[in-house]
């Protein structure tokens, strides 16, 4: 439910990265599955992503008009961009004289600093925002959840994808690649936990056999923040999301739905 007295929204950005399936078939994108003792969506499989930091406010203000965003916006793009490289070791959003050696030293330096600027500054790398296309915003606005954040979804593409990642071992205890559908099908069978967003997420991402057609979509539906919903249906309570946002799936019974 919702409510005028609900908490405002942690603002976070979540990352979907794409990348070309061995031997062709339907692209994979990376997941990460969170550690229990997390406190928002403990346990549960996700994008990699994180909550936008005051650092990538005071980025985001420097670079947004050469990268002809809005500030707020370019902080959520250089979070997501900072998370990808913090949660994952891949270097995507960025440009320069990029490495896999070089991509780890920066991690761990980014670990130290905590913020991406003086990694650009040490590396000689600059952003590249053009590489990540807005695709979602959800924000449940539910004064029944302790921290609700206002998240935006980012796509991002690795191509070949012969990248190795790693978890940052603290916040997550597994990373893999899945397709769309893969990921749907182990939560049926109970190999992993799905928080309602990320279900929805998923069940849009498996409409598309490329990232060029994910990203199509996404520049043909311009993002609306997507607050989910109770409503009574057949006796029943449903959470249901906007119909004409791109989900194929909107709606699902209350019962049924993971939360965070």
Same mark, same amino acid.
């Given at each position: ?14 990352i979907i ?11 994979e ?19 990699p ?18 990268h002809?965003?809005?500030p707020d ?6 979070? +997501?961009?900072?998370e990808?490289l913090?949660?994952?070791g891949?270097?995507l959003?960025l +440009?320069?004289?990029i490495t896999?050696?070089?991509a780890?030293a ?19 790398w600059?952003l ?7 695709f +979602?915003r959800?924000?449940p ?11 935006r979804f ?5 191509g070949?994808?012969?990248v ?13 690649w ?8 182990? +939560?049926?069978?109970?190999?992993i936990?799905l928080i309602?967003?990320?279900?929805r ?7 598309f056999?490329?990232h060029?057609?994910?990203r199509?979509?996404?520049?043909a539906i311009?993002?609306r923040?997507?607050?989910p ?9 449903w959470l ?21």
């Amino acid at each position: 439910m919702t409510s005028d007295s609900a908490p405002e929204g942690i603002p976070a950005a979540t990352i979907i990265i794409f990348r070309n399936a061995k031997g062709g078939g339907a692209p994979e994108v990376l997941m990460t599955v969170r550690s229990k003792a997390m406190t928002f969506a403990g346990g549960m499989a996700v994008f990699p992503g994180g909550r936008v930091d005051p650092a990538d406010f005071s980025l985001g203000e420097k670079v947004a008009a050469q990268h002809g965003l809005a500030p707020d916006e370019a902080a959520h793009q250089i979070a +997501a961009v900072r998370e990808t490289l913090e949660e994952t070791g891949l270097a995507l959003g960025l +440009a320069g004289d990029i490495t896999g050696e070089k991509a780890a030293a920066a991690r761990a330096m980014l670990a130290e600093t905590g913020a991406l600027a003086p990694v650009l500054d040490a590396f000689g790398w600059r952003l590249d925002l053009a590489q990540i296309t807005p695709f +979602a915003r959800w924000f449940p606005k539910n004064e029944n959840i302790a921290r609700v954040y206002d998240t935006r979804f980012y796509l991002a593409d690795l191509g070949t994808g012969a990248v190795e990642v790693s978890i940052d071992q603290s916040e997550n205890t597994r990373l893999f690649w899945t397709t769309a559908q893969g990921a749907l099908e182990a +939560a049926a069978r109970g190999e992993i936990k799905l928080i309602f967003p990320t279900r929805r997420n998923l069940e849009r991402l498996a409409l598309f056999a490329s990232h060029a057609e994910a990203r199509a979509q996404a520049e043909a539906i311009p993002v609306r923040t997507i607050t989910p919903r109770v409503v009574e249906e057949g006796g029943k309570p449903w959470l249901t999301i906007l119909a004409d946002a791109g989900y194929p799936v909107t709606a699902e019974l209350l019962e049924t739905v993971s939360r965070g």
